[in-house]
């Protein structure tokens, strides 16, 4: 890895990691900062390939776990945020804008129904706590519960994909000046 993209792997999984601290200490159990992670990792890896990226989500992991031990944002952000992160990559070249969309929009609904099912079960088994999804999946039930994050996590794929493309675009603009 060349030292530009080392430098951009640590700034951000230090900015990742400051974010899942936050979470975890002063506002728990909020998913739209973990899923500013997940745009950052989309970034990380536009900009630094797949080696960067997959350094990213590990130094990332890694370190969330020290800070935060195993809780469910610690669980949250490796069942969910950070695998999404690497689909996301590996699913670049299909968009929401063309026909493609029939083959990332199963890809990614399947991948976060089975995330919520995982994140449900592991939240319970292993912290002793409750998600938010684990609270309405005792009012609704686990399938109905999965079900509906997966569904409403699809604009957030379409919104973050589109937002790391302008990102990482802007990124390297201001990168080769």
């Not at 974010?19 to 739209?32: D, E, F, G, N, Q």
């Not at 080696?51 to 130094?59: D, H, K, L």
Request: proline share 3%; charged share 10%.
């Amino acid at each position: 890895m060349k030292t530009k993209s080392i430098a951009y792997v640590a700034v951000f999984c230090a900015l990742a990691v400051a974010i899942s601290a936050l979470v975890h200490y002063v506002i728990p159990a909020k998913t739209a900062p973990l899923a500013l992670i997940s745009l950052i990792g989309l970034v990380a890896f536009s900009l630094t390939g797949w080696g960067g990226g997959i350094a990213f989500v590990a130094v990332t992991g890694i370190l969330t776990f020290v800070f935060t031990g195993l809780s469910v944002t610690f669980f949250a952000l490796a069942v969910v945020f950070l695998p999404y992160s690497v689909i996301a990559y590996a699913l670049k070249k299909l968009s929401y804008t063309n026909k493609t969309v029939f083959i990332r929009a199963p890809v990614v609904f399947v991948f976060f129904f089975v995330n919520a099912l995982l994140l449900m079960t592991l939240s319970a088994l292993v912290t002793g706590a409750q998600s938010a999804l684990y609270e309405v999946q005792g009012k609704i039930g686990i399938w109905f519960t999965a079900l509906l994050f997966a569904m409403i996590c699809l604009p957030a794929d379409f919104l973050l994909s589109s937002v790391a493309v302008i990102v990482s675009d802007r990124l390297n603009k201001t990168k080769k000046r």
